[in-house]
């Protein structure tokens, strides 16, 4: 039943049932990464959530242990630049970088649970680079004593420079909606 509800709010013009979104306009100023806390947190439609971080060596050693890619990228710099296009050396796993996005989301919002995640990777992220993520609510669907929040997903280099974007869906277990 879950499952056909959450179809429901990824296609709403295909659903049956009233859908409810929040909105506000303009968008507010971004929201820190606050301490996990069982009390419902606030969102509102436009607000952001930021989270940075540099990746090391030991990143990636450790991503390339955990799910098996040892894909040479990634751990020879020589290969990366012999293969084209990475001129810097080793390349981050993107699914690494990736995965900064449901961090922000479960430590804001402790509990939540990450549904699912459209990813498109734009340019590479070399070992040692900063990266700046942040996702923005764009819908939020209340059901039951739930929400089911929508996020644009994006992250960036330091430059200023795209380098993943999509949408991603979570649903937190409470939230102050903001007006």
Known sequence: MQTTRLRRFLSPSQSRFPIHFFSSTPSPPPIEPTPSSNSPHLLSVGHVLRFSRRFMDQDVAHFSEVTGDYNPVHLDSEF??????????????????ASLFPSIIASNFPGAVYVSQDLKFKLPVYVGDEVAAEVQAINIRQIK?????????????????????????AVLPSLNLMK
């Open 80 to 97: 990366a630049k012999s293969v084209g296009g990475f001129d810097r050396g080793r390349v981050v796993h993107g699914m690494l970088v």
């Open 145 to 169: 004593k739930k929400f089911i929040v929508k996020f644009t997903t994006k992250c960036f280099t330091n430059e200023f420079h795209p380098v993943v974007d999509g949408e991603a869906v």
